[in-house]
């Protein structure tokens, strides 16, 4: 190699260019390469680009143009944070921050304890297993609008709403109630709707775990004169503690993601706004793009905060 | 009730008696009808909705079960003499074509990037992986900003529209389900045994070859699994339809309904019927297939 330098040179790399393994590389570089620049082209990059954009004033005006938008700094940040549908202001009216976070930690405990409840359910053996499993899937396969507006319908102000009708026959309530559009009872019926519509999610990967536990574990139990509550406290709990973390986590993160459920619902009024309904009153209602992009990027502030939270506490709490 | 895994293991006559009359068997069946009610019940106001009579929509105490299955609501959709045509066929047809290029293309690209991935060595392949299932993290609001943006300036140098662009709407989408498609594919193929290809590789096919022959022929089942759940992601988005799309002839099948629920005169039966059509693919499609596209779901696939 070293005694013909040109030459050397030469056919070592043209030897690494067509050995196997270069091939193999430049081949899997061709195959993925479609899906990587889609993904990064359209995700990675206008991530980054929101960042950018929470910075500079950007409006309908000077769209077209973006990268001559004016520098203005933190000024969109403090817009937002100042902004009366952001801040909290009292025990009536929370802001969007507030309001996000309750909503989405209060949502995404419901989702993973009817869930659970779904799996246990699911567990036992019984005639029509298999398709009570997929009944119970349907709230989350279903398009979004549908149900939603299955939902808005079925909450009706009116006494031809189905709610109002079966409590005004129980004597539950002497009135019809408003239900979507009251303080208080509509971020009640945002967070039911949300753990009805995802307990499926929580739910299949509950029963998976389930399944999976060693039924030995149950049989010494019984042995040992274990009742059906504490098999459940000392077992079944214990083994599921992993995936409940995870579940409730994975949840937690899209549910506060979420744009659609509520604004189908309520259209983020009466105390239910959160930071995407935010994001996108700012962006494409008052067609603050900068606003819009630092309401975003505060979202994803909250998110990594999540984040490191669980990385911190599941993930250390499992290693050890 | 999870721990009565112990059918057919021997019991004491307490634990026998404490099979047959117990609380845990009451809870059982108030659990499951508890359960099948609240997820069925609004699907059958859906669909019995859809039949029902604009005097039935009116009354003052809702109508549980339609006089009979009139079609009123479904001819004001598709009927164009109707006097209130909203021409919903054409939005059905816009919805199949983002759905459908989006699951093909979708399918394709997953299945060369998750063959690369599982099969051959090249570096940066972990940092590929991670980086694509980080894109799920990413809230789908912080990206509508810069896409529109972006996309706004691309039009404009390259000339076509970003607005009522149905071609915009299926990149978007396969940048949103691609990840989880390459995440599924991947694990099927991993679960594959590599001699079966190897032997195909001695045997002189070339890589591509080995794909098309062995590869596809043995994954038809997860292949038809990505497809599927990459239709319905299409088939059901909301958000960036909602911003892409400016005019009711363009608009795909959930924001025609949205449409149709915020008209001045409300007209619920016929937002149930738009509903009811729009929901049944996605079930027919989902009840087909459903053993595979569990798998799916677990892998944490319908971001939702």
């Not at chain 2, 090249?122 to 943006?149: Q, S, T």
Request: positive net charge; glycine residues 8%.
């Amino acid at each position: 190699m070293f005694g013909l330098p040109q030459e050397g040179v030469d056919r070592s790399f043209s030897r690494r260019w067509n050995s196997l393994r270069a091939r193999e590389s430049r081949l899997a570089w061709i195959l993925t390469s479609p899906t990587a620049l889609i993904v990064f082209g359209l995700v990675i990059f206008p991530a980054f680009f929101s960042g950018w954009m929470s910075f500079h004033d950007v409006s309908l005006r000077n769209l077209g143009n973006v990268f001559s938008a004016p520098f203005v700094g933190l000024e969109n940040y403090r817009d937002v944070i100042n902004n009366w549908a952001f801040r909290f202001h009292s025990w009536r009216s929370w802001g969007a921050a507030v309001t996000s976070v309750v909503y989405s930690v209060l949502s995404t405990g419901l989702t993973v304890l009817v869930g659970l409840v779904a799996a246990l359910l699911l567990n036992r053996k019984f005639k029509g297993r298999g398709i009570a499993r997929a009944v119970f899937l349907f709230p989350y396969i279903a398009p979004i609008v549908s149900v939603a507006f299955v939902w808005r319908w079925l909450l009706s102000p009116r006494t031809s709403g189905v709610l109002n009708d079966l409590l005004l026959r129980l004597g539950a309530i002497q009135d019809p109630l408003s239900y979507i559009s009251t303080r208080g009872l509509a971020l009640i019926i945002v967070i039911a709707f949300t753990a009805w519509r995802y307990f499926p999610f929580a739910m299949l990967m509950l029963l998976a775990r389930l399944q999976a536990i060693d039924g030995t574990l149950y049989e010494s139990a019984a042995v040992d004169g274990a009742n059906g509550w504490q098999k459940f406290r000392y077992i079944t709990i214990p083994e599921l503690r992993y995936v409940l973390g995870a579940v409730f986590m994975l949840r937690l993160i899209w549910t506060f993601n979420k744009f659609d459920d509520i604004f189908l619902l309520t259209g983020g009024g009466y105390g239910t706004n959160v930071l995407p309904i935010l994001t996108y009153q700012f962006t494409f209602e008052s067609f603050d793009f900068g606003k819009g992009a630092a309401t975003a990027m505060i979202l994803l502030g909250i998110l990594l905060v999540f984040l490191m939270f669980y990385l911190l506490v599941f993930v250390r709490r499992g290693e050890s | 009730m999870a721990s009565d895994k112990g059918d057919g293991q021997k019991l004491n006559i307490f634990g026998h008696l404490a099979r047959w009359f117990t609380l845990p068997r009451f809870f059982f069946a108030t659990g499951l009808t508890f359960f099948l009610t609240g997820v069925l019940f609004p699907f059958y106001w859906m669909i019995s909705s859809s039949f029902k009579s604009y005097a039935e929509i009116g009354s003052r105490r809702p109508v549980y079960f339609p006089g009979e299955l009139r079609l009123d609501a479904y001819r004001e959709l598709f009927d164009p003499s109707n006097p209130t045509f909203w021409n919903f066929g054409q939005n059905m047809l816009n919805s199949f074509k983002v759905a459908a290029p989006t699951a093909i293309i979708a399918v394709i690209l997953s299945l060369l990037g998750a063959y690369a991935i599982a099969r051959l060595r090249f570096r940066g392949k972990e940092a590929l992986l991670n980086g694509v299932l980080l894109v799920y993290l990413f809230p789908a609001v912080l990206l509508m900003i810069p896409l529109f943006a972006m996309l706004t300036k691309i039009g404009g140098a390259l000339g076509f529209g970003v607005q009522d662009n149905l071609l915009v709407l299926i990149l978007t989408y396969l940048a949103q389900t691609l990840p989880v498609a390459l995440f599924m594919l991947t694990n099927y193929f991993k679960s594959i045994p590599a001699e079966i290809e190897q032997a195909g590789l001695i045997d002189g096919c070339s890589r591509l070859g080995v794909i098309w022959r062995i590869t596809i022929p043995l994954s038809i089942p997860a292949l038809a699994s990505v497809a599927m759940y990459t239709f319905m992601i299409a088939w059901n988005e909301f958000l960036y339809a909602l911003v892409f799309l400016n005019s009711p002839e363009a608009f795909t099948v959930p924001i025609k309904i949205n449409m149709i629920f915020n008209d001045p005169t409300p007209r619920p039966h016929v937002v149930m019927a738009a509903s009811t059509i729009t929901t049944i693919p996605v079930m027919v499609l989902f009840l087909a297939l459903q053993r595979f596209l569990e798998e799916g779901l677990t892998a944490g696939s319908v971001k939702g």
